[in-house]
């Protein structure tokens, strides 16, 4: 098993930057493919970005594809995303997930359903 705490959100102006980063605890963090997924009120929790077990893979939604950047770093047990060029419509909870899949080092998956473990979420608001 394994525990996620999602940090680093805030209210940031249009066009400006975050970094959201995501600590992992519990079961070896490089067993686990990683994503970021998004929730806005009144709509569906939707797929953000993805990175596979050894960081080689990414996913990424077309909508935030150029603007933000997923990393990972298994001496701190942490994923990343970095959010460049905000926008309003950018504006949600943020959580960060855990995928435990198949066994091959590229694992990488970008459907909710196949995530294991959850974060409790970040608030980002990006004002116009």
């Known amino acids: 098993q394994v525990q996620l705490v999602e940090s680093g959100g805030g209210l940031v102006q249009a066009g400006g930057s975050l970094r959201l980063s995501c600590a992992a605890s519990?079961?070896?963090?490089?067993?686990?493919?990683m994503g970021w997924f998004r929730k806005a009120p009144g709509k569906e929790r939707e797929f953000v970005a993805a990175i596979s077990r050894n960081g080689l893979k990414l996913r990424y939604a077309y909508s935030v594809r150029f603007r933000f950047t997923i990393s990972r770093d298994h001496a701190k047990n942490t994923v990343y995303v970095q959010m460049n060029s905000l926008k309003p419509e950018d504006t949600a909870v943020y959580y960060c997930?855990?995928?435990?899949?198949?066994?091959?080092?590229?694992?990488?998956?970008?459907?909710?359903?196949?995530?294991?473990?959850w974060g409790q979420g970040t608030q980002v608001t990006v004002s116009s």
């Open positions: 997930a855990a995928a435990a899949g198949g066994s091959e080092t590229y694992y990488i998956t970008t459907a909710g359903h196949e995530f294991d473990y």
């Open positions: 519990g079961r070896t963090f490089s067993c686990y493919a």
